[in-house]
């Protein structure tokens, strides 16, 4: 009870350290939004969040902020984002008046992205521009300008699964990487009140961030210690250093301390960190001096015929010797202080302590179930639409053949021109129309839309032999969890299975979880294995939902030795010659597919067939349904 006690106790001190630690990166956040980046925060929509986020604003306030968190829309389009045409004034005045989109607006300011990982690439490659430089240029419309905008970024990562993750080119931009998912309400104080700094501190800091000076030694303890946490890359230093500066700031000291570099490297390094430390080597015992002696070489004389000397007469101590060793010594000391690698070392214990536990678990982990670049999590494809989807932009076009005309985008192209226009039929000596907008072929804009198509998971199922029930029953329960997900995601699941000499759809494709159950509950099973015809009919029925505008995700679960031939005559020769060909017609289709190979152990023919087919080979002797589903959500986003 007592170790129990004392664990409960250790857990709800690191706890409290943690949200300590978030307030800090807080106040951090006030004093330089744009040097530092911005913080990543990982949490689900929660009171620990919105804590936080008020606690934030609250700081951010009190350093001279107005509006500190400009909410950025997920699919924001690209006008509102960095600016365009402002149609109203242009109309009013005449000429081409610029309005500023988001990003300008949150100039000294913080942009809050809400749902981060799913801000589609174009958004992030431009507020990745303006953290890179510092001002966003608008060239459109025949206009040119630069606007300074220099803010942090407050990106939410809400992601269900670990593997969604906010963009690569945020993560690099900012400094924190902070997880408040491992806090409940009952973990914080029970006000955050004694945590507010003071204005003049928080006012002092921003103004004098950039006259805080750092000294070399701190320097190359900081890319020592960066190195040996195995963090290469130059913006994360420059994080560091940056954050190094502003707690230095905060404490109203000239130059950068090692105590401000132990708390930047824990902030920025340590959770980056893709390998620990190698611990330091033993120290070498260091080898007493031989004693000094009068002896002669044994050539010279036999130390037996020698006669022990005289001792030596001590002479008295000296007062103005002891005095220079005393300063040596201090001298000696000083010089340890200051010796670079004494100080990395020191810094470098801080850093490792920092180190979460499992950090480098979760490392390993999140590589190999990393998603491709765009794919956010789901496998349907992407496509340009131009009906409905997210909003992608325009382009010049006719508004012809199913198009939509974007009417705002066309006068806002059409409006710088109207001067030049009219000038060109009054010398032409053409009426010039009162009151109206003169619109040519090469203003019209077309509306565009990126939409994600569904995507229709199809099982193939192996109902032949005397272990058909039980493979049967693994894919009933692998279809009602996935269906759980085809909710969420909008996609569809169908069911293929195969024994005696056909195939058959036993579960056409549907999001309903009755539907399933009442398809899957009398799947017969036993006989032979059309192995041929469960590939020709299940890419058949993927091809077509394909041309209805779906993607298609084939997963079949077989042992992968057929004894059924195409035609219906049994034989195994006959039968492995027939499904090798199909396997060879069916690769050509380019579908994802998962080959789950459900004997007691892996065989050659499962996995040559899947090679064949191009799919992901998978054995999962005696998995259960759980497994499976798991195997599937895994090995799809792989494929």
Same mark, same amino acid.
């Given at each position: 009870?007592?170790?129990?006690?004392?664990?409960?106790?250790?857990?709800?001190?690191?706890?409290?350290?943690?949200?300590?630690?978030?307030?800090?990166?807080?106040?951090?956040?006030?004093?330089?939004?744009?040097?530092?980046?911005?913080?990543?925060?990982?949490?689900?929509?929660?009171?620990?969040?919105?804590?936080?986020?008020?606690?934030?604003?609250?700081?951010?306030?009190?350093?001279?902020?107005?509006?500190?968190?400009?909410?950025?829309?997920?699919?924001?389009?690209?006008?509102?984002?960095?600016?365009?045409?402002?149609?109203?004034?242009?109309?009013?005045?005449?000429?081409?008046?610029?309005?500023?989109?988001?990003?300008?607006?949150?100039?000294?300011?913080?942009?809050?992205?809400?749902?981060?990982?799913?801000?589609?690439?174009?958004?992030?490659a431009k507020v990745v521009s303006a953290l890179d430089n510092g001002f966003i240029a608008i060239e459109r419309d025949g206009q040119s300008r630069r606007i300074e905008s220099r803010f942090g970024v407050v990106a939410l990562?809400?992601?269900?699964?670990?593997?969604?993750?906010?963009?690569?080119?945020?993560?690099?931009?900012?400094?924190?990487?902070?997880?408040?998912?491992?806090?409940?309400?009952?973990?914080?104080?029970?006000?955050?009140?004694?945590?507010?700094?003071?204005?003049?501190?928080?006012?002092?800091?921003?103004?004098?961030?950039?006259?805080?000076?750092?000294?070399?030694?701190?320097?190359?303890?900081?890319?020592?210690?960066?190195?040996?946490?195995?963090?290469?890359?130059?913006?994360?230093?420059?994080?560091?250093?940056?954050?190094?500066?502003?707690?230095?700031?905060?404490?109203?000291?000239?130059?950068?301390?090692?105590?401000?570099?132990?708390?930047?490297?824990?902030?920025?390094?340590?959770?980056?960190?893709?390998?620990?430390?190698?611990?330091?080597?033993?120290?070498?015992?260091?080898?007493?001096?031989?004693?000094?002696?009068?002896?002669?070489?044994?050539?010279?004389?036999?130390?037996?015929?020698?006669?022990?000397?005289?001792?030596?007469?001590?002479?008295?101590?000296?007062?103005?010797?002891?005095?220079?060793?005393?300063?040596?010594?201090?001298?000696?000391?000083?010089?340890?202080? =200051?010796?670079?690698?004494?100080?990395?070392?020191?810094?470098? =214990?801080?850093?490792?302590?920092?180190?979460?536990?499992?950090?480098?678990?979760?490392?390993?982990?999140?590589?190999?179930?990393?998603?491709?670049?765009?794919?956010?999590?789901?496998?349907?494809?992407?496509?340009?639409?131009?009906?409905?989807?997210?909003?992608?932009?325009?382009?010049?076009?006719?508004?012809?053949?199913?198009?939509?005309?974007?009417?705002?985008?066309?006068?806002?192209?059409?409006?710088?021109?109207?001067?030049?226009?009219?000038?060109?039929?009054?010398?032409?000596?053409?009426?010039?129309?009162?009151?109206?907008?003169?619109?040519?072929?090469?203003?019209?804009?077309?509306?565009?839309?990126?939409?994600?198509?569904?995507?229709?998971?199809?099982?193939?199922?192996?109902?032949?032999?005397?272990?058909?029930?039980?493979?049967?029953?693994?894919?009933?329960?692998?279809?009602?969890?996935?269906?759980?997900?085809?909710?969420?995601?909008?996609?569809?699941?169908?069911?293929?299975?195969?024994?005696?000499?056909?195939?058959?759809?036993?579960?056409?494709?549907?999001?309903?979880?009755?539907?399933?159950?009442?398809?899957?509950?009398?799947?017969?099973?036993?006989?032979?294995?059309?192995?041929?015809?469960?590939?020709?009919?299940?890419?058949?029925?993927?091809?077509?939902?394909?041309?209805?505008?779906?993607?298609?995700?084939?997963?079949?679960?077989?042992?992968?030795?057929?004894?059924?031939?195409?035609?219906?005559?049994?034989?195994?020769?006959?039968?492995? =010659?027939?499904?090798?060909?199909?396997?060879?017609?069916?690769?050509?289709?380019?579908?994802?597919?998962?080959?789950?190979?459900?004997?007691?152990?892996?065989?050659?023919?499962?996995?040559?067939?899947?090679?064949?087919?191009?799919?992901?080979?998978?054995?999962?002797?005696?998995?259960?349904?759980?497994?499976?589903?798991?195997?599937?959500?895994?090995?799809?986003?792989?494929?």
């Open positions: 009870m007592e170790n129990l006690a004392q664990t409960q106790e250790i857990s709800k001190s690191a706890k409290l350290e943690t949200w300590l630690r978030a307030l800090q990166i807080a106040q951090l956040l006030a004093i330089h939004p744009h040097g530092l980046g911005g913080v990543i925060l990982r949490a689900r929509s929660g009171p620990v969040r919105d804590r936080w986020l008020s606690y934030l604003n609250t700081v951010a306030q009190l350093g001279g902020m107005r509006l500190p968190l400009r909410k950025m829309p997920l699919g924001i389009s690209d006008e509102n984002l960095i600016g365009g045409i402002d149609l109203d004034q242009t109309l009013r005045t005449g000429k081409a008046v610029l309005r500023q989109g988001l990003l300008a607006q949150c100039d000294q300011q913080l942009l809050l992205m809400p749902m981060a990982e799913r801000v589609e690439v174009g958004a992030v990562d809400e992601g269900i699964e670990d593997d969604e993750q906010p963009n690569e080119k945020i993560r690099q931009r900012t400094a924190f990487l902070l997880n408040l998912d491992i806090l409940g309400w009952r973990d914080l104080p029970e006000t955050d009140d004694d945590f507010l700094p003071d204005t003049q501190t928080l006012q002092y800091a921003r103004e004098n961030f950039s006259a805080v000076t750092v000294s070399e030694d701190s320097l190359n303890a900081l890319v020592g210690v960066a190195e040996q946490l195995g963090v290469i890359s130059i913006r994360a230093l420059n994080l560091a250093m940056n954050t190094a500066k502003c707690l230095a700031a905060f404490d109203r000291e000239d130059e950068v301390t090692s105590m401000h570099l132990q708390q930047a490297i824990a902030l920025v390094l340590s959770p980056r960190a893709t390998r620990l430390p190698q611990s330091a080597p033993p120290e070498e015992e260091e080898i007493p001096p031989e004693p000094e002696s009068d002896e002669q070489p044994e050539s010279e004389q036999d130390p037996l015929d020698q006669e022990p000397p005289p001792p030596p007469e001590t002479p008295p101590p000296d007062p103005t010797e002891d005095q220079n060793r005393n300063e040596d010594e201090g001298e000696e000391q000083e010089n340890n202080a =200051e010796n670079p690698q004494a100080l990395e070392d020191e810094i470098l =214990e801080a850093a490792q302590a920092a180190i979460p536990a499992d950090l480098l678990a979760r490392l390993a982990d999140l590589a190999d179930l990393k998603t491709p670049k765009g794919m956010g999590g789901k496998t349907g494809a992407i496509k340009v639409g131009r009906i409905r989807g997210r909003p992608l932009g325009n382009i010049p076009g006719m508004p012809e053949g199913g198009k939509t005309l974007s009417i705002i985008d066309t006068l806002r192209a059409a409006v710088p021109w109207q001067a030049v226009r009219r000038a060109e039929m009054k010398a032409a000596g053409k009426t010039i129309p009162l009151g109206k907008i003169l619109i040519r072929k090469e203003d019209f804009r077309i509306k565009r839309y990126q939409e994600r198509t569904q995507t229709l998971t199809m099982f193939i199922v192996d109902a032949s032999g005397s272990s058909a029930m039980h493979r049967l029953a693994e894919a009933k329960g692998a279809v009602e969890l996935l269906l759980a997900e085809c909710y969420v995601r909008r996609d569809q699941v169908a069911v293929m299975s195969f024994r005696g000499s056909v195939a058959e759809l036993v579960l056409a494709p549907t999001r309903s979880l009755v539907k399933a159950k009442r398809a899957l509950s009398g799947l017969p099973g036993g006989g032979g294995t059309p192995l041929s015809r469960a590939i020709d009919e299940s890419f058949e029925v993927a091809s077509a939902s394909m041309r209805k505008g779906l993607t298609p995700a084939l997963v079949f679960l077989t042992d992968g030795r057929a004894n059924i031939a195409k035609d219906g005559s049994p034989g195994r020769p006959k039968a492995m =010659e027939d499904a090798q060909q199909s396997a060879r017609a069916a690769s050509h289709y380019s579908f994802k597919s998962l080959w789950i190979d459900t004997s007691p152990q892996a065989r050659d023919e499962g996995k040559a067939m899947a090679a064949m087919l191009g799919s992901m080979y998978l054995p999962l002797p005696n998995a259960g349904a759980n497994e499976v589903s798991q195997a599937i959500m895994q090995g799809l986003k792989k494929a």
